[in-house]
């Protein structure tokens, strides 16, 4: 065959070899790169009556279904491509015409059609359930089209074939149930027996990661997106199928949280780890597993925000609730601390889960909740450098509802931590966690004489600790820059002695670019009374600043702005006087 692509006739010439060849029960001689783009082509670019006798050679073929060196999963992706295909060639012939959006629409729908009369209505062939797999899949690449009731008509047949599969589910069988369950609608996947569906998806899926070695594993995202669906459809059910969702996810949780804590095993004795290569197959089988809980987690967070708990009857069966799966999520997530570490890159859908969880937790939770997230997160008594850096990002997030007993475990351990800056993330998780805890108690000073007193005792703790590592240079300009004015807003809300405290370990730092533009940031929150003097020596700062440099321009650009946006109304014409 050629390998340009052959016009109408010459493709209606070479049709009735085709047919022969896949008709003949002899192994099919042609490469299989060019026996698959045939297929592709000859199912995109036939019309009836030839594609109805393409479809059914193509079913009932002997020889391609058993082809050595072509996977079922690379025919149904053969298959799958003639679909966008297909569109492609209407909106080519439909570019010029009157109502082409209809027009097209009524072609793709004359096309599906002849698909669901040349299919067997028996499954009597290996080929038919493959294909009809193949082709949904097809269907839902092409997003912006109404296939109208053919594709209810397939979805149904497909669903019919998948309630017949035998109990003993072989991989081949499998390899289509998992392609094929994201594609079919949640109300038709009821009719399957999903738990059981559900509980075979799941021990293929912990096959294949026990079997990976770099050069296996394809079929872990579709296995992943195939439990996740099946969670949607379990939790889409009656109250006690909700149930039954609720604690599969859990252990599902459980059980990647186990797999985790091997893998970091196995990833510490591998100290040659390319880290972001997928060429390494400990980096690869690491990042595989990780993306899959990644991925079954993003599904389970739509199904907890999407189905609210409402139904009395439902809590009658004491199912777990979204705070207790939220924490499940996020311990497991932090089981892959060490991985999201060492990665330079991010990871699809890991904020979302991380997020998310977060936000279940701080609105429905409480302190029960957040008690409950770090009672697991912290069951280790050593904790890693990475790990330390995840529990310390939970806390900031979750800074206003932290109870005593949280910040006397979390605030030593960020104190620990802030003195290793050779561990970046934790580090920075400290820093974080420290600036956040402070506003926090500066936001709670009212009448409190016990949160007073712990301000009072932070406050110069970690004046002392921020100002010494920017000497050091263990902080960068930008993070000195960004942190110290918060702490200067917070000291404001506690007393004027203690902002006067954080004015004097700026001014004990020497004159840089950094100290003069924090001294110009820091202006708003200076005490009315002190501010003309202050604002004098800015100005004289900026005055002594090279003229027609760089920095002087950005100083008095910060100067004017200040003035305009960041003064209250009564110290504007304060700062006006003074020339800034």
């Not at 297929?39 to 019309?47: N, V």
């Not at 109990?167 to 081949?172: S, Y």
């Not at 609720?246 to 059980?255: A, M, P, S, T, Y």
């Not at 311990?331 to 977060?358: C, I, M, P, R, W």
């Amino acid at each position: 065959m050629s390998s340009t692509a052959p016009t109408p006739s010459d493709l209606l010439s070479i049709l009735p070899q085709f047919l022969t060849t896949l008709q003949s029960s002899s192994p099919i001689s042609i490469p299989p790169p060019t026996l698959l783009g045939a297929i592709t082509h000859f199912l995109s670019q036939l019309d009836p009556p030839h594609l109805n006798e393409f479809i059914s050679t193509l079913v009932s073929s002997p020889s391609l279904w058993s082809q050595g060196g072509l996977s079922t999963r690379e025919i149904r992706n053969a298959i799958r491509l003639s679909v966008p295909a297909r569109i492609a060639k209407i909106n080519q012939e439909t570019t010029d015409v009157y109502f082409k959006n209809s027009r097209r629409r009524r072609r793709a729908i004359e096309w599906l059609d002849t698909w669901l009369r040349a299919l067997p209505e028996e499954q009597a062939s290996a080929g038919a359930g493959q294909v009809q797999i193949a082709l949904l899949q097809g269907l839902d690449d092409v997003q912006d089209m109404d296939w109208g009731n053919g594709r209810v008509k397939l979805e149904e047949t497909v669903v019919l074939s998948l309630a017949e599969m035998p109990e003993d589910t072989t991989t081949l069988h499998m390899q289509g149930l998992v392609g094929v369950i994201p594609h079919i609608a949640l109300d038709r996947l009821q009719a399957l027996d999903m738990n059981t569906l559900s509980a075979h998806i799941e021990r293929y899926l912990y096959v294949e990661m026990d079997r990976f070695n770099g050069s296996t594993g394809e079929d872990i995202p579709s296995l992943s997106r195939a439990l996740a669906r099946s969670f949607e459809v379990l939790h889409s059910g009656g109250p006690s199928s909700r149930k039954c969702a609720r604690e599969k996810i859990i252990r599902f949780c459980v059980d990647i949280g186990q797999r985790a804590e091997k893998l970091e095993s196995e990833w510490t004795k591998h100290s040659t780890i390319s880290h972001d290569n997928d060429a390494d197959p400990v980096w690869l089988k690491n990042k595989t597993t990780f993306f899959s809980f990644l991925t079954v987690g993003s599904t389970i967070l739509d199904i907890l925000l999407s189905h609210p708990d409402t139904s009395e009857s439902y809590h009658d069966l004491h199912p777990p609730s979204p705070v207790n799966i939220a924490i499940h999520l996020l311990n497991t997530l932090g089981s892959f601390a060490y991985l999201t570490d060492a990665s330079q890159g991010g990871f699809e859908n890991y904020h979302k889960v991380l997020y998310g969880s977060l936000d279940i937790i701080s609105t429905q939770g409480g302190s029960e909740g957040v008690t409950g997230l770090f009672k697991g997160v912290m069951e280790n008594e050593r904790l890693s450098h990475a790990k330390v850096g995840y529990v310390l990002v939970l806390a900031e997030e979750l800074i206003h509802l932290l109870e005593k007993r949280e910040i006397d475990v979390l605030l030593p351990l960020a104190e620990r931590h802030v003195y290793r800056p050779a561990h970046k993330s934790s580090f920075e998780a400290s820093h974080a966690f420290l600036l956040a805890l402070l506003k926090s108690s500066a936001e709670n000073l009212d009448g409190n004489s016990s949160q007073a007193a712990f301000f009072d005792a932070l406050l110069p703790n970690y004046l002392n600790i921020i100002t010494k590592q920017y000497t050091q240079k263990l902080i960068s300009s930008d993070q000195f820059r960004q942190a110290f004015p918060n702490i200067v807003e917070s000291s404001l809300k506690r007393s004027p002695s203690s902002t006067q405290l954080c004015l004097s370990y700026l001014f004990a730092l020497p004159l840089n670019s950094d100290i003069r533009q924090i001294r110009i940031t820091v202006a708003p929150y200076i005490d009315s009374a002190a501010l003309p003097a202050y604002l004098e020596d800015l100005a004289q700062m900026i005055l002594t600043t090279e003229r027609h440099s760089e920095e002087r321009m950005d100083l008095s650009k910060n100067a004017f702005e200040l003035v305009v946006k960041d003064l209250s109304d009564e110290n504007k014409q304060v700062g006006i006087d003074c020339r800034l």
